[in-house]
């Protein structure tokens, strides 16, 4: 019996068991089942952004904690357990029945969802039984061959041919090489989807561009600030994708109770703050910063004295504060 394709190598389940997290809970907070949730962290059901980000919110990690790396134990794992998979069905033979399958498919100009959708199979096992993870049943084997307005022993034959051809072998081949890829965010060979796109990567990137790091939290009379992706909060809609935009916790007791507590100030780095604006003002220059070095930032409004230099002004108690770099506030948002 071929088993399920792992999809989505990840480290949900390490991370949950690292915070002391039942598997229920889990399912209970993200509103899924148990099984999907099973499902999800032996990688063999896939997860959409909302999804994703979701379990990073419960789970309390980074974006990128959930993708595997090479250097992870559980990499070797995973790709030992596609190896073993692959394997199995090759000398079952339902690799070369699917990769024949999609051959004739392509020759025929039909895209997976239409091959699917006249054959009279959901898009999922169609999928499955292209990739060579899935048996086909008696009842099905007429009606693939239908859909491609061939008779059975026609289709056998052409799939026969072209496996004796070697037409096959370069597909069946391409399918291994990817094994030697885990799932690492941003790799281009990282995890297929039933579309040959890139399944795991396209996922990060499209979570990703939902999320801004938060640089700078309160810290006594002003504000630590730090480049750093350890804590990342959804971006407003109008904000998503956009480059340079972080955002900060700011200190609501120094700018005069006109900025409610629990809110986030979203900031463009790449947009210099002018006098009237809101601003985020640093005591380094931001170019220079890495993301090990912290420095000191305020919440300020940009003001011009009589000689025309530009300072920021802080309410309470009244400061005149002078920094290397001020980027505009462009968003308040409530927590």
Not at 171 to 189: A, D, F, T
């Amino acid at each position: 019996m071929a088993q399920e394709e792992i999809i989505f190598p990840n480290n949900i389940r390490n991370i949950r068991l690292s915070t002391g997290m039942k598997m229920t809970e889990l399912a209970r907070r993200t509103g899924l089942s148990l099984s999907a949730v099973s499902k999800i962290e032996k990688g063999v059901r896939r997860l959409n952004q909302k999804q994703l980000l979701n379990i990073c919110n419960i789970l309390g990690c980074k974006l990128s904690d959930i993708f595997i790396k090479e250097s992870d134990d559980v990499a070797d794992q995973w790709q030992n357990e596609i190896k073993r998979r692959m394997t199995d069905n090759e000398d079952s033979g339902l690799k070369v029945f699917g990769s024949g399958l999609r051959k004739i498919r392509q020759q025929k100009g039909k895209t997976i969802a239409q091959a699917a959708k006249d054959a009279g199979m959901t898009l999922s096992v169609y999928h499955k039984i292209e990739v060579g993870q899935r048996e086909i049943y008696k009842n099905e084997i007429e009606p693939l061959a239908k859909s491609f307005a061939l008779g059975v022993e026609d289709m056998f034959k052409q799939i026969a041919d072209l496996y004796k051809s070697g037409e096959l072998n370069k597909h069946i081949n391409k399918v291994k090489e990817r094994v030697k890829s885990v799932l690492v965010p941003g790799n281009p060979m990282s995890g297929i989807d039933m579309h040959g796109g890139v399944y795991g990567a396209k996922l990060y990137d499209s979570a990703r561009k939902k999320l801004v790091p938060v640089f700078g939290t309160p810290s006594g009379k002003s504000i630590s600030f730090k480049k750093s992706d350890e804590t990342m909060i959804v971006a407003p809609m109008t904000l998503e994708g956009r480059k340079g935009i972080y955002a900060i916790i700011p200190n609501t007791k120094r700018l005069g109770g006109f900025i409610p507590e629990k809110s986030y100030l979203f900031v463009d780095a790449l947009t210099p703050a002018q006098p009237g604006d809101l601003a985020v003002c640093l005591d380094t220059d931001f170019n220079a910063l890495d993301n090990e070095t912290k420095t000191t930032a305020h919440v300020v409004s940009v003001r011009q004295d009589a000689k025309g230099k530009v300072y920021g002004h802080i309410a309470s108690p009244e400061e005149k504060i002078t920094g290397q770099t001020m980027h505009k506030v462009i968003m308040i948002v409530m927590e």
